[in-house]
């Protein structure tokens, strides 16, 4: 099932505190984000833009 993207699309990384790298990627529309809290304590989200986020992926080689 393809995920939409629209105006209410909101992309973003998940960087793991302790080493500070980045441990997944994805976009969701922001009424499924929770405003944007993050639930693990371990972790911090990033919000990126579409152009952002659609840059970092082609550069890491990722499909979603």
Known sequence: MKKIQDKDTRYFIDIELKTQK???????QKQN???GRQTNPKLHRLFLTKGQYNKFVERCGLNN
Do not use: F
């Open 33 to 35: 984000l929770d405003e």
């Open 22 to 28: 980045v441990v997944s990627n994805g976009y969701d």
